[in-house]
């Protein structure tokens, strides 16, 4: 089995359970994914699957590209990444992975990793949460300040020069992160659509990784032995 699938995000909404109650997700859509390239033990030292989400126009991709999807019969693709196996897979280039890959193996949560929004450049106060200066008199337009930086104590024995890692003003956002065991809501076959209970990475048309949850399918087994 392939324990994931690369998606689009397309925007928030909610959905109702049978009780009534309103359910916030986020809606992927999620495929259909072309596998570009199988990976095999016996060749590469791993298994693995490459998979294709999203055509591009070819005058607007590069001739490596053309000719990597050349070979899956395929066009080039906007989203590729190669997804690990722990076991061989008798998956074939060109074939088409969609969301049935966890209707049929029944997943109940997942984790998404993506690229986050980017901030731009920002201060301590929006970056890590300072609550600045004191509002009180005899502070001048230093409210948002992060106070001082070369202090000895955190590192003693180095001298007073700022220390690597010191939370300070900087480049806010698009970095990955994965948002770790959350709820499959619901799944749209018609659509390739999957609602997820929960925050996904990025920004709306921002592409993702959705995969089978591992620490939560490990505790669940541990649990009923």
């Not at 998606?7 to 809606?27: C, L, M, N, S, Y």
């Not at 001739?63 to 190669?82: C, D, N, Q, S, W």
């Not at 659509?191 to 990025?202: C, H, R, T």
């Amino acid at each position: 089995m392939i324990p994931a699938i690369l998606a689009k995000k397309i925007g928030v909404t909610r959905v109702f359970d049978e009780q009534g109650t309103a359910i916030p997700v986020t809606v992927v859509q999620a495929g259909p994914c072309t596998v570009m390239q199988v990976r095999t033990r016996e060749r590469d030292g791993y298994d693995a699957v490459q998979l294709g989400l999203g055509d591009v126009k070819p005058h607007r991709a590069t001739l490596p590209m053309i000719g990597h999807a050349a070979a899956a019969k395929t066009g080039p693709k906007a989203f590729i990444r190669e997804i690990r196996l722990l076991e061989p897979t008798d998956t074939n280039v060109g074939d088409v992975i969609t969301v049935d890959i966890f209707e049929d193996a029944e997943v109940e949560y997942v984790d998404v990793s993506g690229t986050t929004k980017g901030r731009g450049f920002q201060g301590v106060m929006r970056r890590y949460g300072f609550g600045g200066q004191p509002a009180s008199h005899g502070t001048e337009r230093k409210h948002r300040s992060p106070g001082s930086i070369g202090s000895h104590g955190t590192d003693l024995g180095h001298g007073g020069n700022i220390k690597k890692g010191k939370k300070m003003a900087g480049h806010m956002g698009n970095v990955q992160r994965t948002a770790k065991n959350q709820r499959l809501v619901g799944i749209n076959k018609e659509q390739n659509l999957l609602l997820i209970g929960g925050s996904v990475p990025g920004p709306d048309g921002g592409y993702v990784v959705v995969r089978r949850a591992k620490t939560r399918r490990e505790r669940h087994e541990a649990e009923t032995r």
